[in-house]
Nanobody, 118 residues
């Protein structure tokens, strides 16, 4: 069964940086689409960053130029480097995977909380 464990969140001041990590078990990232979502209180879950199997990436307009998604050397890890963080980036961040046709397809993990505040 597929499971995701996200980590690396925390409290950071505006303008700061964080690096999120996601470890997957029961699936192979190497041949699939990987992505990071976030969900803020009272808001719908939104796709923040996506890494396709051919290495191409896409980002939500709100994070372009500030966030970078990458695949770990281990085939079951994906990262999200976040910089120039803003209060509106505050949310629970979750990872997921799937094929190009089914993404996201795995069950949702607990996520990791990112809070941007002074």
């Amino acid at each position: 069964q597929v499971q995701f464990v996200e980590s690396g969140g925390g409290l950071v001041q505006p303008g700061g940086s964080l690096r999120l990590s996601c470890v997957a078990s029961g699936t192979r990232f190497s041949s699939a689409v990987m992505g990071w979502y976030r969900q803020a209180p009272g808001k719908q879950r939104e796709l923040v960053a996506r890494l396709n199997s051919d290495g191409s990436t896409s980002y939500a307009d709100s994070v372009k130029g500030r966030f970078t998604i990458s695949r770990g050397n281990a085939r079951n890890m994906v990262y999200l480097q976040m910089s120039s963080l803003k209060p509106e980036d505050t949310a629970v961040y979750l990872c997921n995977t799937g094929s190009s046709m089914t993404f996201p397809s795995g069950p949702w993990g607990q996520g990791t909380q990112v809070t941007v505040s002074s």
